[in-house]
């Protein structure tokens, strides 16, 4: 099935931390797309969703709905908050950031926009940023701004975000990355922001401070242990003498700053190690650790430095690292600008009965690793210390982003090849083989970010979601799969057009009967049934 109108639906709308639980029985209230990717362990599985099974979405009755406008390109995955209260009426409110630094809040039953609220202000010389100030980098176009999925507390319903703005008085101009917690209901911030600043002491004695100018926040932010956790790289691989990996966590209630990592401390060449993860959201486990993967840059930590270029980290709540993977060739790797930063860190759930606690990452040459979250495997300069390697792809630039997980399958494609669904074999060494894909390739850079939806372990209620990436100007399709076999097409559509020249790290959000789809030239596309 296509859109066969996607100018006419344009012109019409012109005018967690939560913790996965493996559900059996079919939900009874309208769950909430809290934070990147559904939950903490970034496994993009709902598993409450009732309305949209197999059967429905191939009925013929699901189409598009609307199209949420915004005033930019909307890199961030949308979030959706059921049963907010606003001016005394409840609503189910999607919250759509864009890369002009604007938030917005719809209704997502009418439509209608609730709130909107922008962190620029033209006439005071508060823009979003221009990419001349980061040397051109195109990695984000056409300014930046709000580039990360935010993240909602349910608990006091509080969305968590991180603007950049760029400050122009006279001659002379700054940067900022601002921490903000909004209300829900209205979009005001519920405390005063914050600027991001820390420094760092570097292995020559002196100090380097965070620049704001040339860091950038890519990867989603994470709500575990009471803090707000937000992850930096590079813009491009700009300025690598002086750009590091950062993460920062804020405390929740006073957005004061509890803790700062900083992944390369070497005071020569390229020190980077940048945390951006093609989006994928920082994760954490049921025990507050925090995962996140490092871009190419200085590698000393098996010498017992304190740089962790092309690393998969493991670090405590606090932030101090406990463990750490890379893999052998890390240094061809690196020097290739083939690294591991391309891709995040997913937690597969733990499955009642087994003692195993798994994680999957990978490289942007097209390996996905299979690792033992209790032991990574540091670096091995022979062989890698992961409990499997696949290879998805060997051609480079060919993986980004991350896996989705249901049920004992773990989906995944890289570019220009289909989806494939690997099953996952427990014992005493856990491993993954391919179990069915896709009848249809993922062209351009990357493959796909898929999400999951299911009622539970519902039989057929199980979907699998994923979008193309193209380059600007290129139609974004998306893709709806039978999970227990990737052969079986359940639907195929037109989104819209990618109107950025920077590549479309794009993923579905599915909950409660919608699906949400950032990216269509500027707006979010929804979807449903008739």
């Known amino acids: 099935m296509r859109i066969n109108s996607i100018a006419a639906a344009l012109s019409l709308t012109a005018s967690l931390g939560l913790t996965l639980a493996v559900a059996s029985a079919p939900a009874t209230a309208a769950v909430g797309y809290y934070t990147y990717h559904f939950n903490n362990g970034r496994t993009g599985w709902n598993p409450n969703e009732t309305i949209l099974s197999a059967a429905a979405v191939s009925s013929g009755h699901f189409h598009l709905l609307r199209f949420l406008a915004a005033d930019s390109v909307v890199y961030a995955q949308p979030l959706y908050a059921p049963g907010i209260?606003?001016?005394?009426?409840?609503?189910?409110?999607?919250?759509?950031?864009?890369?002009?630094?604007?938030?917005y809040a719809y209704d997502a039953d009418s439509g209608a926009r609730i709130w909107k609220r922008s962190f620029i202000a033209p006439s005071a010389g508060i823009t979003a940023v221009s990419i001349n100030s980061v040397g051109g980098c195109g990695q984000i176009t056409p300014t930046i701004g709000i580039s990360s999925?935010?993240?909602?507390?349910?608990?006091?319903?509080?969305?968590?975000?991180?603007?950049?703005?760029?400050?122009?008085k006279g001659s002379a101009t700054t940067y900022e990355h601002q921490v903000h917690a909004l209300a829900l209901s209205t979009g005001a911030d519920k405390i005063a922001p914050i600027v991001v600043a820390a420094s760092v002491r570097l292995s020559d004695g002196t100090t380097q401070a965070f620049d704001a100018q040339w860091q950038q926040n890519r990867p989603g932010l994470l709500f575990a242990n009471g803090d707000i956790y937000v992850g930096f790289g590079s813009s491009c691989d700009a300025n690598g003498s002086t750009v590091h990996g950062w993460v920062f966590a804020?405390?929740?209630?006073?957005?004061?700053?509890?803790?700062?990592?900083?992944?390369?401390?070497?005071?020569?060449?390229?020190?980077?190690?940048?945390?951006?993860?093609?989006?994928?959201?920082?994760?954490?486990?049921?025990?507050?650790?925090?995962?996140?993967?490092?871009?190419?840059?200085s590698f000393d930590a098996d010498s017992g430095g304190s740089d962790f270029g092309e690393s998969v980290v493991r670090a405590t709540p606090t932030l101090t690292v406990a463990d750490y993977f890379s893999p052998f060739d890390e240094s061809t790797q690196s020097n290739e600008d083939q690294d591991m930063g391309s891709v995040g860190v997913m937690l597969l759930p733990n499955i009642p009965?087994?003692?195993?606690?798994?994680?999957?990452?990978?490289?942007?040459?097209?390996?996905?690793?299979?690792?033992?979250?209790?032991?990574?495997?540091?670096?091995?300069?022979?062989?890698?210390?992961?409990?499997?390697d696949v290879t998805l792809e060997n051609n480079p630039n060919s993986l980004y982003g991350g896996p989705a997980y249901y049920n004992g399958y773990v989906y995944w494609g890289a570019g220009s090849e289909p989806m494939e669904a690997f099953a996952l074999h427990l014992g005493t060494h856990p491993t993954l083989t391919l179990s069915s894909q896709s009848a249809n390739s993922f062209p351009g850079e990357g493959g796909e970010i898929p999400s999951v939806s299911s009622n539970g372990t519902v039989?057929?209620?199980?979907?699998?979601?994923?979008?193309?990436?193209?380059?600007?100007?290129?139609?974004?399709?998306?893709?709806?799969?039978?999970?227990?076999?990737?052969?079986?097409?359940?639907?195929?559509?037109e989104?819209?057009?990618?109107?950025?020249?920077?590549?479309?790290?794009?993923?579905?959000?599915?909950?409660?009967?919608?699906?949400?789809?950032g990216g269509s030239s500027y707006a979010v596309a929804e979807y449903g049934l008739r």
């Open 85 to 103: 209260t606003v001016g005394g009426a409840k609503h189910n409110l999607v919250i759509v950031a864009t890369e002009n630094d604007s938030v």
């Open 149 to 168: 999925t935010p993240v909602i507390d349910p608990t006091t319903n509080t969305l968590y975000l991180d603007a950049k703005v760029q400050i122009t």
């Open 250 to 297: 804020y405390d929740k209630n006073t957005l004061r700053t509890v803790a700062v990592l900083n992944t390369a401390r070497t005071s020569s060449g390229s020190s980077l190690g940048s945390i951006w993860q093609g989006t994928y959201g920082l994760a954490a486990d049921a025990t507050g650790n925090v995962y996140f993967a490092t871009g190419n840059g």
């Open 353 to 388: 009965g087994s003692t195993a606690e798994l994680a999957i990452s990978g490289i942007k040459s097209g390996t996905m690793y299979l690792l033992d979250r209790t032991n990574l495997g540091r670096f091995n300069a022979s062989a890698d210390r992961s409990l499997q």
């Open 459 to 493: 039989a057929g209620s199980a979907v699998v979601w994923a979008t193309t990436r193209p380059g600007q100007g290129g139609m974004i399709e998306m893709y709806a799969y039978d999970a227990r076999n990737l052969g079986k097409l359940l639907w195929h559509g």
């Open 495 to 517: 989104v819209g057009i990618w109107r950025a020249s920077g590549d479309a790290f794009l993923t579905p959000a599915v909950a409660d009967g919608h699906v949400f789809v």
